[in-house]
């Protein structure tokens, strides 16, 4: 048996798809890797995983015809000489030319659909092509796919409604789970009230909601802090560094991390304002460390909240009803403990990753580990 997997970017498939890959290797399954070119240090890595690597030609971001006209050459190559026995795909234009790749070279293929992005958001004319024809391709490719896995329903009803995949073939898991022994429950600090967003640098994070909200906060509560981790972006929807550094009379900008459990260790509650997700994985280890949850009503982010029982859930994009619910915090700080503990809770009965990963196993049709 012979599964290749398809990710966007090698870090994607290290952290996110490194457990997954772990629980197929114990079934004696052989799995092969694939996406963009690789760096020293993600080859070492993924040596030590004990899995087969390939680089494609891949271009992450907007419509290219050369430049995807030759993903699709790389993978229709890949499947030829490779032969998996079945194909896992997760990111937009691997799940669509892989899809089709599939097709052609009529292997069972499986969708993992992370979240809907850029391509689906937004009501211009521009975005509404865009919509229709990233559908229209979404619909190609997964005409003769074995299953296709969402991390949220809203996500699914939106391939239904769009007539992309019939219901039959959809499939429901939650999101790609978090190890619970490496993100271990911690205590609450004692030090001043700490607020902590993990994420890159993109506006659909809701990343300058979160710095308008803190610099309101400040203004009441100035002993308050408000960080922010993560990695610089390349996409269109990219907040310049600049953008971010300028925020740093109330906001501060800690810079990229391969760790995010110090940070999340230090903070009281964790934040994450975002327009969209499949399911967010930072705001699951924020969870299973004991913390609190404060994030919008959007699809995917919604999944990880009982209101008033671990957070709270604001509308997408107002800085003042997220300023607010900080503020709720700040003044109900006794409650913020009782809180942590109910989302170790609800990771722990939903969003285990051994759980998660026996589910994926049962979709793929893996002998169980």
């Given amino acids: 048996m012979k599964i290749l997997i398809l990710g966007t970017v090698p870090n994607d498939l290290l952290n996110f798809r490194s457990e997954l890959i772990k629980d197929i290797l114990k079934t004696g399954t052989e799995v092969i890797a694939s996406s963009s070119k690789l760096d020293s240090d993600s080859a070492s890595h993924m040596k030590k995983l004990g899995i087969t690597y390939e680089s494609i030609s891949l271009n ?3 419509l290219s015809l050369i430049g995807d006209i030759k993903t699709l050459a790389d993978l229709l190559k890949l499947f030829k000489n490779r032969k998996p026995n079945l194909v896992l795909a997760h990111g937009i234009k ?5 899809g089709i790749s599939a097709r052609i070279r009529k292997i069972p293929f499986f969708a993992l659909i992370t979240g809907l992005g850029f391509a ?9 092509l865009l919509t229709r024809l990233v559908s229209f391709l979404y619909r190609i490719a997964l005409k003769n796919s074995k299953a296709v896995i969402f991390q949220n329903e809203d996500n699914r009803k939106i391939f239904i409604d769009k007539n992309i995949v019939s219901p039959a073939k959809t499939h429901i898991v939650n999101g790609s789970g978090v190890d619970i022994n490496k993100y271990n429950f911690t205590q609450i600090p004692e030090s001043n009230l700490s607020f902590l967003l993990v994420s890159r640098l993109l506006g659909e994070k809701g ?5 308008e909200a803190a610099k309101i906060v400040k203004e009441k509560f100035p002993e308050v802090e408000f960080k922010i981790v993560g990695t610089q972006d390349d996409s269109m929807d990219a907040i310049p560094i600049e953008e971010v550094k300028s925020w740093s009379e109330y906001v501060d900008y800690e810079g990229p991390t391969k760790d995010v459990r110090p940070y999340i260790k230090k903070c009281h509650v964790y934040v994450l304002p975002s327009y969209h997700e499949g399911l967010p994985r930072s705001t699951l280890e924020a969870m ?4 609190p949850i404060l994030t919008t ?8 909240v009982n209101e008033n029982i671990n957070g709270f859930l604001v509308p997408i994009g107002s800085s ?4 607010k619910r900080m503020i709720w915090f700040i003044n109900n700080r006794d409650k913020i403990k009782s809180m942590g503990e109910q989302s170790r809770k609800i990771v722990e009965k939903r969003f285990d990753v051994r759980k998660v990963n026996l589910e994926m196993l049962n979709i793929l049709k893996i002998n169980k580990i």
């Fill in 60 to 62: 992450r971001h907007g």
């Fill in 94 to 98: 691997l799940v669509i030319w892989g």
């Fill in 120 to 128: 689906f958001q937004g009501t211009t004319l521009r975005r509404k």
């Fill in 207 to 211: 990343l300058r909601e979160y710095a």
């Fill in 288 to 291: 299973s460390m004991g913390r």
């Fill in 297 to 304: 009503d959007a699809a995917g982010c919604k999944e990880t």
């Fill in 320 to 323: 003042k009803e997220l300023a």
